[in-house]
């Protein structure tokens, strides 16, 4: 096995042990990225030089012995949303192409304080806007299990990135299912945390209420890895919440027994592909013979979930994106104009895609005079509604299962032209945002040779619960990310 292909985790154990050093991990990623690049796309920018640089720091560190942080040598791929000072930060769009930002995200500045190595900045649908990394204005990503299907969105770059060996780990960012819904579709581990354990300062937003920083990973490991290196209190971000945060490594080594599991019945309906069905029951099972109490649950609000998510987030869609007017933000077309007006439209018109305009266009409809109480009111008191019906099941249950997709990795191409067909594959994902609860991916097998994940979704900040549960189905399943 390549350097390229063991999990943070292991690399970790073998920098310690001074049996590699974080230039050969880096040179590695950096080989498979030159060799997978021209068909994956995984990236927009390849941070080449920083990285070896970064690598020779680690390596330095290292030498000196003593207290060294567990991501220290680990190179980390970054969704291109994140802003990272002195590397371009795209948010893969024409309006953002040449932004530079002048300081780091949180979370960027944890991982570099735990030794992170940053390897680049990963494509993503534009403004996180999308569910297959085809709304890029910098070109589609492809998934490495089968080049001729998505990988996933709108986190689809790292996912691959991560699935194709391109990056060891990498960060992600979920409104509505963009960190799980890829995880799934490329095979490994993805983590959508509770809303406020992870700071939001310096993430571009596209649903402020929604939006959540969180790991993509080839092992559960590695997620509680990630996810103790980027949680915490931050007073830069009004959302983030100050809480203690445990040692999430901590919770991988207990087993099953006693786990109370709830299976929303709302979620096992028809439209889900039986093949996906079957997967999922069998982990169900799986978890049931390994010590788990399974019962069913309901979340009767479920149904209105995907309709109340796309109202919420587009009219914050509508309200962020308003400040890219190329004059605050934003490239300004190079014509002569008769006002301000004319090169605010054109600035937008040719600096945003299709889907971003369609969804500018819904929000601002939403929040506009006389549909405000009709439809954005009414969606925050369905969103009310969700809510408490995760917190009732809860009462009941540790944590609930479900799948992650209604539907195996799509061919590309298949859903662009049919939006609401691709609103739909969030289905079973938008639920935990609206909630602000925690949530994430696993691999639970294949059919054919595409994957299918499982859904663990938990009580706020109890994301203990979640690595718990994936920890021992991976561990007692033999289950781990694919190698491409």
Same mark, same amino acid.
């Given at each position: 096995?390549?350097?390229?292909?063991?999990?943070?985790?292991?690399?970790?154990?073998?920098?310690?042990?001074?049996?590699?050093?974080?230039?050969?991990?880096?040179?590695?990623?950096?080989?498979?990225?030159?060799?997978?690049?021209?068909?994956?796309?995984?990236?927009?920018?390849?941070?080449?030089?920083?990285?070896?640089?970064?690598? *020779?720091?680690?390596?330095?560190?290292?030498?000196?012995?003593?207290?060294?942080?567990?991501?220290?040598?680990?190179?980390?791929?970054?969704?291109?949303?994140?802003?990272?000072?002195?590397?371009?930060?795209?948010?893969?769009?024409?309006?953002?192409?040449?932004?530079?930002?002048?300081?780091?995200?949180?979370?960027?500045?944890?991982?570099? $304080?735990?030794?992170?190595?940053?390897?680049?900045?990963?494509?993503? !649908?534009?403004?996180?806007?999308?569910?297959?990394?085809?709304?890029?204005?910098?070109?589609?990503?492809?998934?490495?299990?089968?080049?001729?299907?998505?990988?996933?969105?709108? #986190?689809?770059?790292?996912?691959?990135?991560?699935?194709?060996?391109?990056?060891?780990?990498?960060?992600?960012?979920?409104?509505?299912?963009?960190?799980?819904?890829?995880?799934?579709?490329?095979?490994?581990?993805?983590? /959508?945390?509770?809303?406020? %354990?992870?700071?939001?300062?310096?993430?571009?937003?596209?649903? #402020?209420?929604?939006?959540?920083?969180?790991?993509?990973?080839?092992?559960?490991?590695?997620?509680?890895?990630?996810?103790?290196?980027?949680?915490?209190?931050?007073?830069?971000?009004?959302?983030?919440?100050?809480?203690?945060?445990?040692?999430?490594?901590?919770?991988? !080594? $207990?087993?099953?027994?006693?786990?109370?599991?709830?299976?929303? /019945?709302?979620?096992?309906?028809?439209?889900?592909?039986?093949?996906?069905?079957?997967?999922?029951?069998?982990?169900?099972?799986?978890? +049931?013979?390994?010590?788990?109490?399974?019962?069913?649950?309901?979340?009767?609000?479920?149904?209105?979930?995907?309709?109340?998510?796309?109202?919420?987030?587009?009219?914050?869609?509508?309200?962020?994106?308003?400040?890219?007017?190329?004059?605050?933000?934003?490239?300004?077309?190079? *014509?002569?104009? +008769?006002?301000?007006?004319?090169?605010?439209?054109?600035? %937008? #018109?040719?600096?945003?895609?299709?889907?971003? $305009?369609?969804?500018?266009?819904?929000?601002?409809?939403?929040?506009?005079?006389?549909?405000?109480?009709?439809?954005?009111?009414?969606?925050?008191?369905?969103?009310?509604?969700?809510? +408490?019906?995760?917190?009732?099941?809860?009462?009941?249950?540790?944590?609930?299962?479900?799948?992650?997709?209604?539907?195996?990795?799509?061919?590309?191409?298949?859903?662009?032209? +049919?939006?609401?067909?691709?609103?739909?594959?969030?289905?079973?994902?938008?639920?935990?945002?609206?909630?602000?609860?925690?949530?994430?991916?696993?691999?639970?097998?294949?059919?054919?040779?595409?994957?299918?994940?499982?859904?663990?979704?938990?009580?706020?900040?109890?994301?203990?619960?979640?690595?718990?549960?994936?920890?021992?189905?991976?561990?007692?399943?033999?289950?781990?990310?694919?190698?491409?």
């Amino acid at each position: 096995m390549e350097l390229c292909d063991k999990s943070a985790y292991d690399l970790s154990r073998l920098l310690r042990k001074r049996e590699v050093s974080a230039r050969e991990i880096v040179e590695s990623v950096l080989l498979r990225i030159d060799e997978k690049e021209p068909l994956i796309h995984a990236y927009i920018t390849v941070t080449r030089d920083t990285a070896l640089a970064q690598a *020779d720091r680690a390596d330095q560190l290292l030498a000196q012995g003593g207290d060294i942080a567990p991501l220290t040598g680990i190179p980390i791929a970054i969704k291109d949303l994140l802003c990272t000072r002195g590397i371009k930060t795209t948010c893969a769009s024409k309006i953002l192409a040449n932004y530079v930002p002048p300081y780091n995200a949180t979370v960027v500045d944890r991982l570099f $304080q735990q030794g992170a190595i940053l390897v680049g900045k990963t494509n993503m !649908d534009e403004f996180a806007m999308g569910s297959s990394t085809e709304n890029s204005a910098f070109g589609v990503t492809r998934n490495p299990v089968d080049p001729q299907r998505v990988p996933g969105g709108s #986190s689809g770059g790292s996912a691959a990135g991560v699935a194709a060996g391109e990056a060891i780990a990498a960060i992600g960012s979920d409104t509505g299912g963009s960190i799980r819904q890829p995880a799934s579709f490329c095979g490994i581990v993805g983590m /959508k945390p509770t809303y406020g %354990r992870v700071s939001r300062y310096g993430l571009i937003a596209y649903a #402020s209420s929604l939006d959540q920083v969180g790991p993509l990973c080839r092992s559960v490991e590695d997620c509680a890895l990630l996810l103790n290196a980027i949680s915490g209190h931050d007073r830069r971000d009004s959302t983030s919440v100050d809480t203690p945060c445990p040692d999430f490594l901590g919770s991988l !080594d $207990q087993d099953l027994n006693g786990v109370r599991i709830g299976l929303p /019945k709302e979620y096992f309906v028809k439209g889900m592909d039986p093949a996906v069905k079957e997967k999922v029951m069998e982990a169900v099972s799986f978890l +049931e013979r390994n010590g788990a109490h399974v019962q069913e649950i309901s979340l009767p609000h479920t149904p209105y979930a995907v309709g109340t998510y796309y109202l919420i987030a587009t009219a914050e869609a509508s309200s962020n994106l308003a400040r890219y007017d190329a004059v605050k933000y934003g490239v300004r077309p190079p *014509d002569e104009f +008769e006002d301000i007006i004319a090169m605010y439209q054109q600035a %937008r #018109s040719e600096g945003f895609g299709r889907e971003v $305009q369609r969804r500018i266009m819904l929000g601002t409809y939403v929040l506009s005079a006389g549909y405000y109480d009709a439809y954005y009111v009414k969606a925050q008191k369905a969103r009310t509604l969700i809510r +408490e019906d995760f917190s009732k099941a809860f009462e009941e249950v540790d944590c609930l299962v479900t799948p992650v997709s209604p539907c195996l990795p799509f061919n590309l191409g298949e859903k662009v032209a +049919e939006p609401l067909q691709m609103y739909l594959v969030d289905i079973y994902t938008v639920s935990a945002n609206l909630a602000g609860v925690p949530a994430m991916s696993i691999n639970c097998g294949t059919v054919g040779n595409l994957p299918v994940g499982l859904q663990i979704i938990g009580k706020p900040f109890d994301e203990e619960m979640l690595l718990r549960v994936a920890h021992a189905y991976q561990r007692l399943s033999g289950g781990n990310a694919h190698g491409f």
